[in-house]
T-cell receptor
Framework: AQSVSQHNHHVILSEAASLELGCNYS??????LFWYVQYPGQHLQLLLK??????LVKGIKGFEAEFIKSKFSFNLRKPSVQWSDTAEYFC???????????FGSGTRLLVRP | EPEVTQTPSHQVTQMGQEVILRCVPI?????FYWYRQILGQKVEFLVS????????KSEIFDDQFSVERPDGSNFTLKIRSTKLEDSAMYFC???????????FGPGTRLTVT
């Protein structure tokens, strides 16, 4: 069965610190990969996605993620976080043969000013 | 920017009652989804819907659940006889293609007492 693991449940950073959130998935076939963000009181929003091509993808608000197929990973990065990045971040995967998104458990990021 | 909307934002119901959760997907989208998140757990896929029929469903989506697109704009999730364990946040999503990114609504918090 497909699954997605996010290694950090809570991350606390100071502004300007660099961020890396881990995401690993288990599935033997071809997948599409996503990072969603949920700001306090708001709905899930797409940060970035990977379908094919360049494994380094850039999303909104300065976020990027790298797909490493050999490691089944899709880690999210940002070189310098801001207070406004405080949110919960979800990694999600869908098999290209399926409609459903499989979500990780989420990582709550708190950025201190 | 077009958004997925959901009503109500919070629904309280007694065990055994029927509830209908409503969603208005983005207008030119063709694929519709329901997910749920029980407090403290992962976001879980329930069902996908395309061309007026269910295209995929999870094990959670048993005979107590049904979906409908009663008109050109609404997409509903019905739970026939609610149980305590149905208490969760229910998210509707839509996408323009079967492998496209899914856009999520703000969710309906269902509380079964």
């Amino acid at each position: 069965a497909q699954s997605v693991s996010q290694h950090n449940h809570h991350v606390i950073l100071s502004e300007a610190a660099s961020l890396e959130l881990g995401c690993n998935y288990s599935y033997g076939g071809t997948v599409n990969l996503f990072w969603y963000v949920q700001y306090p009181g708001q709905h899930l929003q797409l940060l970035l996605k990977y379908f094919s091509g360049d494994p380094l993808v850039k999303g909104i608000k300065g976020f990027e993620a790298e797909f490493i197929k050999s490691k089944f990973s899709f880690n999210l990065r940002k070189p310098s976080v801001q207070w406004s990045d405080t949110a919960e971040y979800f990694c999600a995967v869908n098999a290209q043969s399926s409609y459903k998104l499989i979500f990780g458990s989420g990582t709550r990021l708190l950025v201190r000013p | 920017e077009p958004e997925v909307t959901q009503t109500p934002s919070h629904q309280v119901t007694q065990m055994g009652q029927e509830v209908i959760l409503r969603c208005v997907p983005i207008s030119n989208h063709l694929y519709f989804y329901w997910y749920r998140q029980i407090l403290g757990q992962k976001v879980e896929f329930l069902v996908s819907f395309y061309n007026n029929e269910i295209s995929e469903k999870s094990e959670i989506f048993d005979d107590q659940f049904s979906v409908e697109r009663p008109d050109g704009s609404n997409f509903t999730l019905k739970i026939r006889s609610t149980k305590l364990e149905d208490s969760a946040m229910y998210f509707c999503a839509s996408s323009g293609g079967d492998q496209g990114e899914q856009y999520f609504g703000p969710g309906t918090r269902l509380t079964v007492t």
